[in-house]
């Protein structure tokens, strides 16, 4: 039987400067990576959503027509933890911290050394592959907020990756309504319970099996093992 081959891992490289771009993605070609380039802040979101389940990390430069980094960085936050590395020509300490502030996980000035950046484009993604949760032919990747089944990717909307990503942090334990309501939808209990109910239905539907389980009168327990 022949082995399947790796997993493609997508980079999305955004530069104004095309020079910059065409030098980051002939590096990260020779090591392996698959680059996705893009020249302005509209068209990096424009390929982040066209891609967004597979692309593992963003090389993202600050200063851009049409959107800046941050602005692409900050719509990018709102809906995926993605690796992103910033790059930018201001090397001062408080544009190092707002970057960090604002959700970016490395950054790197200009001018740079493309070998080191792409070393640390491995330290990051190496720590994002210790983040995800493998359950033998499940894996639930953190960076990608996707599931994979088999080798397929589960279409998971955001609430239910939340929630399936909190059941997996906390298996084998009898989880209240209540306690996923204000853990996943990050509000305090009302009374209406009924939104952790109708997610969970959903997340059965699409995943099959009885790896979610009721647990009566209380809630409900994730058990691996009943896949």
């Given at each position: 039987m022949s082995q399947a081959s790796p997993r493609k891992r997508f980079v999305l490289v955004v530069d104004d400067e095309k020079r910059i771009v065409k030098l980051v993605s002939d590096f990260?070609?020779?090591?392996?990576?698959?680059?996705l380039p893009a020249y302005d802040g509209k068209s990096a979101l424009e390929v982040f959503y066209q891609n967004a389940s597979k692309i593992a990390l963003i090389i993202l430069d600050v200063m851009m027509p049409e959107l800046s980094g941050w602005q692409v960085l900050e719509e990018i936050r709102g809906n995926s933890d993605v690796c992103v590395i910033m790059l930018t020509a201001k090397a001062e300490d408080a544009d190092q911290l707002f970057g960090f502030a604002s959700g970016a996980?490395?950054?790197?000035?200009?001018?740079?050394?493309?070998?080191?950046?792409?070393?640390?484009?491995?330290n990051l993604l190496k720590r994002s592959e210790s983040e995800k949760s493998d359950f033998g032919e499940w894996q639930l990747d953190a960076g990608a907020r996707s599931l994979t089944v088999e080798g397929k990717e589960k279409q998971l909307t955001p609430k239910e990756y939340d929630l399936l990503a909190y059941f997996i942090a906390n298996k084998g334990i009898a989880l209240s309504r209540e306690k996923l309501l204000?853990?996943?939808w990050?509000?305090?209990?009302?009374?209406?319970?009924?939104?952790?109910?109708?997610?969970?239905?959903?997340?059965?539907a699409k995943l099959k099996g009885d790896c979610i389980q009721t647990v009566r009168g209380f809630g409900y327990r994730f058990c691996a093992e009943a896949r």
């Open positions: 990260l070609k020779a090591e392996g990576y698959e680059p996980d490395d950054y790197v000035t200009k001018p740079f050394s493309p070998s080191v950046l792409m070393a640390r484009v491995k204000n853990a996943v990050n509000y305090d209990f009302y009374g209406d319970v009924r939104t952790v109910d109708t997610h969970v239905k959903q997340l059965r």
